[in-house]
């Protein structure tokens, strides 16, 4: 008997194909297996959805094409897990094809039956799955992280873990899935973090409590070889506990019982290309599917979880102390803030004196600072001294970036770069000089200004650079943090990523340069993400109760009257939020309100608006219309990148049920709504930023 198969298969971009392909097959194949299928002249992987032979109306399955094989060895993909993907895909505007092979390892795409075969008999995990080894001699709770740990225990949740830094989130982390381990012999652990570099260090945390068997990391800096072993892994049980970062939500996880989002609020958990999808989001929807509890940490909160607390549908678990600490005077165990009126300083100040003075006593102490600056490179400009020229990119309405260390120009948006030139490119006037300045030329500068100092140890003070330019090689962030970590850097200047979960115990001194930019964005999400930036920074320092006293949050400001700063001298997210919730309410923005972003990619400014208006246009007769506000298209704020024009617009709704509504039947729209010189357009459910 012949049976016909309904197939999930990854069409080209903005294909019509919008759910399974029908194929043939001469045996019946359980829905979430995986087979070879042919899709116009190619293979390709296909993911068997249901069985279609019963579906009507009836063509002759002969005009169906044969799948090509069957992917022998792995298990059907769970029921639960192509709701993940079907929920997905309809709530992001996506096809479930393109979700659910991009979830999926991309060796497993690529590979034919006979060479998964041959990896599957040198890398599937044979027997029972791990039993992790748990360590039993654990840092005994704190009165607080007890507390969560029993509500988590109690109630089916979500939980938010309101815990400020330094309190032992991690540890209840362990402890929670320790509990889960205890109570199911087969359960699984989902951990996720928002970035690669913080995965290392929480896979040594967990592998030390568990057992190397036990433990699994997915994520996009894994070769693909790595990422299909964790994947399989996972997918067949033999690892308890996967760690990763936003990808990580779609592991195929067949006794997921825990799932834990450390960070929450970070931006990073949102996917910026094709399927765009927010895996914390995603984590709680997926928890709810699982009857798995789901954990979300963070000293910040989103103001959308703090509100879904506020309005009873998540529990929130509080943990204000830091381990440690008895809480004697309050607020004052956290790093003091201190903040300085830059407007009171000489012209081009980098450093205060006062800053300066503070950080030349923790060197003398023996004591660790951290500066920070949320931009990389050594100056953002290179501009001629005689003319109007500056160092443009050719491709994008950007400057390129200026690295003194390789003598380059950078264009940190399509990636264009050049030598310096000897001289300006328009006039040959040959002083061209650096505008405003970089993390590159902050570890100049800083290493210049305490040069002759000796430190506790009686050698030079040591500065130190962590970002993305001074990382990027093979395990250089591994040996930088190691450096830190082992006291060999005095001062350590970087971008944001160093003020993200490292437990830096030696650092008592925590600076950041220049954060006004964020204070007037139009962006209305710029506060809230410096408020968690600036919180996060100053997380770093006094780690360590013995030196909590005497840690200092340095802020340069030009505007020290703002409310912002004063919600940070004390240390207070919940009036932040509060004040930002009012704010948020009066203007209708979310989480009062549900947006999306059309976005569009033209040849010309022209043409890709031309496409946003006629499907604006076009969007009278769309169901729910007359529940949703389609503002103007605009340029996006860096309007053309790699000699593509880009445009966008914003979809507003007070209901999110109304919002989804249209853009299902608008999607048909936009499809159609073709004008010459567009390149592509993309749907953005729940934009991070507008």
Not at 124 to 140: D, F, K, N, S
Request: glycine fraction near 6%; charged fraction near 20%.
């Amino acid at each position: 008997m012949t049976h016909r198969l309904a197939v999930l298969v990854a069409a080209p971009a903005h294909s019509t194909i919008r759910g399974p392909l029908s194929y043939r097959s001469e045996f019946p194949l359980t829905p979430g297996t995986l087979v070879r299928v042919p899709l116009g002249q190619r293979e390709v992987l296909g993911l068997v959805w249901d069985d279609a032979t019963e579906e009507a109306p009836q063509r002759p399955i002969s005009d169906d094409r044969p799948i090509a094989g069957v992917l022998e060895g792995i298990a059907p993909l769970p029921s639960n897990w192509r709701q993940l993907v079907t929920f997905s895909a309809n709530y992001y505007q996506r096809s479930a094809g393109e979700v659910a092979m991009a979830a999926l390892p991309p060796q497993l795409r690529g590979l034919t039956t006979q060479q998964l075969a041959r990896r599957l008999k040198r890398k599937t995990p044979t027997g029972a799955a791990a039993r992790p080894v748990i360590e039993t001699g654990c840092i005994a709770p704190s009165a607080e992280q007890a507390a969560a740990l029993a509500a988590i225990e109690a109630g089916p949740g979500p939980f938010l873990l309101f815990g400020a830094t330094g309190s032992g989130k991690t540890e209840v982390y362990l402890r929670a899935v320790q509990a889960m381990l205890a109570r199911e012999a087969h359960a699984q652990a989902l951990v996720m973090v928002p970035e690669i570099n913080l995965t290392p260090q929480l896979e040594a945390r967990f592998t030390e409590r568990f057992g190397a068997a036990a433990v699994v990391s997915l994520h996009s800096g894994m070769t693909p070889p790595q990422r299909l072993k964790s994947w399989l892994a996972a997918h067949t049980g033999a690892a308890r506990i996967v760690l990763g970062t936003r990808m990580a939500v779609f592991a195929s996880l067949p006794a997921l019982r825990l799932i834990v989002v450390d960070e929450e609020h970070d931006p990073s958990y949102k996917q910026q290309e094709g399927a765009r999808y927010s895996a914390r989001d995603l984590a709680v929807y997926r928890g709810k599917l699982e009857q798995a509890r789901v954990l979300l940490g963070s000293a910040t909160p989103s103001l959308e979880t703090w509100q879904a607390c506020e309005k009873g549908r998540y529990q929130r678990l509080v943990m204000a102390r830091r381990i440690g600490q008895d809480g004697a005077g309050g607020a004052g165990r956290f790093p003091a803030v201190r903040l300085v009126d830059m407007n009171l300083q000489p012209r081009k100040t980098v450093f205060s004196p006062a800053l300066l003075d503070a950080i030349g006593q923790r060197v003398a102490r023996g004591e660790q600072s951290l500066v920070f600056l949320n931009r990389r490179g050594y100056a953002p400009v290179l501009a001629c001294s005689a003319c109007d020229w500056k160092s443009e990119c050719p491709h994008c309405s950007a400057y390129r970036v200026f690295h003194k260390l390789d003598r380059t120009l950078r264009c940190h948006h399509c990636g264009f770069t050049e030598r310096v030139p000897r001289a300006c490119p328009a006039c040959g006037n040959q002083d061209i000089t650096p505008l405003g300045r970089g993390t590159e030329q902050l570890e100049e500068q800083l290493a210049a200004l305490l040069q002759g100092q000796i430190n506790a140890q009686g050698r030079p003070v040591r500065v130190a650079r962590m970002d993305a330019d001074s990382t990027r090689l093979k395990g250089a962030l591994a040996s930088r943090l190691a450096e830190v970590h082992a006291g060999e850097v005095d001062v350590l200047v970087g971008t944001q990523m160093i003020t993200k979960g490292h437990d830096f115990r030696r650092i008592t001194l925590v600076a950041a340069l220049n954060p006004d930019t964020a204070l007037f964005s139009s962006d209305f999400r710029s506060p809230e993400r410096l408020f968690a930036l600036l919180m996060q920074a100053a997380g770093r320092a006094g780690r360590d109760a013995a030196q909590a006293s005497a840690s200092e949050m340095w802020v340069q400001t030009w505007h020290p009257a703002h409310p912002l700063f004063a919600a940070l001298r004390r240390h207070d997210y919940p009036g932040f939020a509060a004040q930002q919730l009012v704010e948020r309410e009066q203007a209708g923005m979310p989480p009062f309100s549900f947006q999306a972003l059309v976005r569009a990619d033209g040849r010309s400014q022209e043409a890709a608006q031309a496409f946003l208006n006629a499907a604006s246009a076009a969007a009278t007769q769309v169901p729910a219309f007359e529940h949703v506000t389609l503002y103007p298209a605009v340029p996006m704020s860096v309007q053309r990148v790699a000699n593509v024009e880009r445009a966008q617009m914003l979809v507003e709704s007070a209901s999110r049920t109304a919002l989804q509504h249209f853009l299902a039947h608008w999607h048909a729209v936009l499809h159609a709504t073709r004008e010459k010189g567009l390149i592509r357009w993309a749907v953005d459910v729940d934009p991070q930023a507008v």
